[in-house]
């Protein structure tokens, strides 16, 4: 496994770097230290697959990098891997299993199974700058490494108490807005998210988006507050659907954004013993946010996908999946039986 020294030397030496990483806070935060602690290197996000595979050649071909950087992704393909002619670093927390070689490949998982620390955190190891970013990226992995030497340089931002769990960082302070934000900045078309990141480049302080205190943070809180609109609606449908069962599922449909990882995050904080199913409608599939404090999700999953047309995969208390829309009813039941 390749070290942190030796990935902050191949970024210092590269003149061309190519930055892939995933759309959720973890991957923009990875993303946004790297450059801005770097200032020379391109970034291109991964929208609606968890593997990065070779129709990326493409953006390759674009950008003739001499470095190539995969942050949070679980999989790579070895097509890409195959077609791509220069050094290319993979940085990831998620099971190693995925992992063929070919590549400098830095996962904390490979030493200790249990150290499935964000990418954002070791970001920060490789940047040491911008420690706001981090907490970002961080806290919204539900993490809280970093969050007492945070908590002394932002104390107007969290509160002074100790906390038990990241939810309680996300939900119940004034920075916990910050990463609902930055989650909200990702939605829509990609030429769309690429206007919000550039902005996001530009601050230098969380209360510049918080208070709105420049343009920049104008810009971004301005975008927050239309998304957050229509997520506060379908949020209050699922509240509403509730009903005494250890499930929750809440399914939608809505033609440009995607809620729910969000959702899913927000519902169990506030239902803690239920397992949480949300899925947007998209076409002929659902796809979706699965999440539990008390069960392990990924054998649950890959068990109520046996035989189906869909594929899913995670962390042990928080999964993705998509599903065809004919499949989805035997899929959820599956899961509630399991949980039964």
Not at 213 to 234: D, F, H, M, Q, S
Not at 258 to 271: A, I, V
Not at 306 to 321: I, N, P, S
Request: some cysteine; hydrophobic content about 35%; charged content about 30%.
């Amino acid at each position: 496994m390749i070290k942190i020294k030796e990935i902050r030397e191949m970024i210092e030496k590269s003149q061309n770097p190519l930055v892939f990483f995933d759309d959720d806070a973890d991957g923009l935060c990875s993303f946004l230290l790297l450059e801005k602690k770097y200032k020379k290197i391109k970034g291109i996000i991964l929208k609606n697959s968890p593997v990065l595979d070779d129709s990326y050649i493409i953006k390759v071909r674009q950008y003739s990098p001499d470095l190539i950087i995969v942050l949070d992704k679980p999989m790579i393909s070895e097509d890409f891997i195959d077609k791509v002619h220069v050094p290319l670093i993979w940085i990831d927390h998620h099971s190693p299993e995925n992992f063929k070689g070919g590549v400098n490949y830095f996962n904390p998982r490979l030493r200790d199974d249990k150290d499935n620390r964000p990418v954002t955190y070791w970001c920060y190891k490789i940047t040491g700058e911008n420690l706001w970013i981090a907490m970002i990226g961080i806290i919204g992995d539900w993490h809280l490494s970093l969050y007492n030497v945070f908590k002394k340089k932002f104390k107007d931002l969290v509160p002074s108490k100790p906390i038990k769990n990241p939810p309680e960082v996300m939900f119940d302070t004034e920075f916990g807005k910050l990463i609902k934000i930055l989650s909200f900045i990702l939605k829509g078309r990609t030429n769309e998210v690429y206007i919000y990141i550039d902005y996001l480049l530009k601050i230098k302080d969380p209360r510049e988006i918080l208070s709105k205190k420049t343009e920049a943070g104008k810009k971004i809180y301005g975008r927050y507050e239309e998304i957050n609109k229509i997520y506060e609606v379908l949020l209050k449908k699922a509240i509403n659907e509730n009903d005494h069962s250890k499930f929750l599922v809440f399914t939608y449909s809505h033609k440009k954004y995607s809620f729910t990882g969000e959702m899913s995050n927000e519902l169990l904080y506030r239902y803690p013993d239920k397992v949480i199913l949300i899925a947007r409608e998209q076409g002929d599939d659902f796809k979706g946010s699965i999440r539990s404090a008390d069960f392990a999700l990924p054998l649950i999953l890959s068990k109520a996908l046996e035989g189906l047309d869909g594929q899913g995969g995670g962390h042990e208390h928080a999964c993705g999946f998509h599903i065809k829309k004919q499949d989805f009813i035997k899929f959820k039941n599956r899961i509630e039986k399991q949980i039964k």
